[in-house]
Antibody, heavy 120, light 107 residues
Framework: QVQLVQSGAEVKKPGSSVKVSCKASGGTFSRNAINWVRQAPGQGLEWMGRIMPIFGRANYAQKFQGKITITADISTTTAYMELRSLRFEDTAMYYC?????????????WGQGTLVTVSS | EIVMTQSPATLSVSPGERATLSCRASQSVSSNLAWYQQKPGQAPRLLIYDASTRATGIPARFSGSGSETEFALTISSLQSEDFAVYYCQQYNHWPLTFGGGTKVEIK
């Protein structure tokens, strides 16, 4: 069974950066894209970007271009999402989610979420 | 960017009743649409992909329909564990986008 386990909650100052990890077990890490989705408190879901580990190539929602970097380490089956220049409105739960096998990008397995709080 | 609009925002239903949730896309997404269920404090769970295919382990009371711009998720007989927020997501165009969600609450 595929499992995605994310790093723990973070509290950051405005203007700083945060890096969240997502370790995968089960399945074949390199073949399924890992996506990052965020959810502000009481709000809906927002797709931020994704990476296909086998190619090491990421693509991002335009809104996050220049603010986010997504990477993946095949040797440790871990994906990372770094968010820079944090603002109060970046306070949210951040999820990693895996593309479903063999299909277009809907997400069949999700991490438990990492709460990032931006506070002065 | 494709805008996904879900309605209603809140649906009040009694256990055992049928619930129909709607999702509209601002332009055609073919059948590249998924539905997710999210309960408080939990990550979303994939229910339906390709507009009408149930994900692994999803009960038959959940069904999806539609194509192009109009989609629906039907829960044939609501169980207590079905009260949650439901999101649609299109994956026909980049960026991937979600609807704003429909909360299904106990009437």
């Amino acid at each position: 069974q595929v499992q995605l386990v994310q790093s723990g909650a973070e509290v950051k100052k405005p203007g700083s950066s945060v890096k969240v990890s997502c370790k995968a077990s089960g399945g074949t890490f390199s073949r399924n894209a890992i996506n990052w989705v965020r959810q502000a408190p009481g709000q809906g879901l927002e797709w931020m970007g994704r990476i296909m580990p086998i190619f090491g190539r990421a693509n991002y929602a335009q809104k996050f271009q220049g603010k986010i970097t997504i990477t993946a380490d095949i040797s440790t089956t871990t994906a990372y999402m770094e968010l820079r220049s944090l603002r109060f409105e970046d306070t949210a739960m951040y999820y990693c989610a895996r593309d479903r096998d063999g299909g277009r990008p809907s997400f069949d397995f999700w991490g438990q979420g990492t709460l990032v709080t931006v506070s002065s | 960017e494709i805008v996904m609009t879900q309605s209603p925002a809140t649906l009040s239903v009694s256990p055992g009743e049928r619930a129909t949730l709607s999702c509209r896309a601002s332009q055609s997404v073919s059948s590249n649409l998924a539905w997710y269920q999210q309960k408080p404090g939990q990550a979303p769970r994939l229910l339906i992909y390709d507009a009408s295919t149930r994900a692994t382990g999803i009960p038959a009371r959940f069904s999806g329909s539609g194509s192009e711009t109009e989609f629906a998720l039907t829960i044939s007989s609501l169980q207590s564990e079905d009260f949650a927020v439901y999101y649609c997501q299109q994956y026909n165009h980049w960026p991937l986008t979600f609807g704003g969600g429909t909360k299904v609450e106990i009437k």
